[in-house]
């Protein structure tokens, strides 16, 4: 392993699982992997259901403040979550030496107990990054468990992983992406829809625009994933079709590789929208 060179962790934790149906498309062939060749625990500690929707998510150590609202409460279990992972992943040195970036994407349980179990691999990148993503979640510790009508319950939740190498000799290099006058992450429907025909615009630091070569359009809503892709900037009909009908308190997820200029080099950038009334 080499020393810990990425940049930012993708920690959009999605509290609900991937319905089957919509997941084959980025479920990895070897969907369960452990790193150090052991037994994973598959089971839960009781016999109860596992849910995918309820009244409290799961929250790591820590945040369950009961004087604190349910909001400030996840919003203190997201950052926890990507600090820990920013202190204790480390970049794979093969993954490294290829250059090798993007998303990893995990799905776990949180047991009645607080307690990981049922780690899966839904998306890897290869080279030991979807690995070290599984070695970091099963270090975490217990979390409070999720409730549902004021009871603990088991919980599925889905955790994005985002590897990308620093680049030391040039720090400040950022780059985002644009969809037409929306600065926040949230965005209401009606505001989408005259954007449907505009293309997404990749640009760094600088304001240059960046050549898109991939745009991939990620709808999520309760237990539900859909995606589409198109290898240009402007939406295809899919894509349209997909926003158009997104529901309020979806989220949609844009990512983009895009040309950075240098010897063609390409970079994923990904940006999420809440979709509101």
Known sequence: ???????????????????????QDIVAKDSLINPENQPINNQVNNQDSIFTQVDKSPL??????????????????????????????????????????????????????????QTELLRDLGEGCGKEALRVLLLMPNFSPAIKEGKKVACYMTLPVRFRELDTKSPNEVFSLHWGAIYGDKVGREDIRPLLNQAVEARDLEGNILKIKHLEVHYVYKNRVKKEKVY??????????????????????????????????????VREFELLD
């Open 60 to 117: 790591f150590m820590g945040c369950a403040d009961e004087l604190s609202s349910q909001t400030q409460q996840e919003a203190c279990s997201l950052q926890k979550i990507a600090n820990f992972l920013s202190q204790n992943l480390v970049y794979p040195d093969s993954a490294k030496a290829k250059k090798t970036a993007g998303l990893v994407l995990l799905r776990f349980v949180v047991d009645t107990n607080g307690k990981i179990s």
């Open 232 to 269: 240009a900037a402007k939406l295809n009909k899919a894509q349209q079709k997909l926003i158009s009908t997104a529901k309020k308190g979806s989220f949609l997820v844009f990512v983009c590789k895009a040309e950075t200029g240098k010897n063609f080099e390409l970079v994923e950038i």
């Open 1 to 23: 392993m080499g020393k810990k060179l990425y940049d930012y962790i993708f920690a959009i934790i999605f509290f609900l699982c991937f319905n089957p149906c919509f997941a």
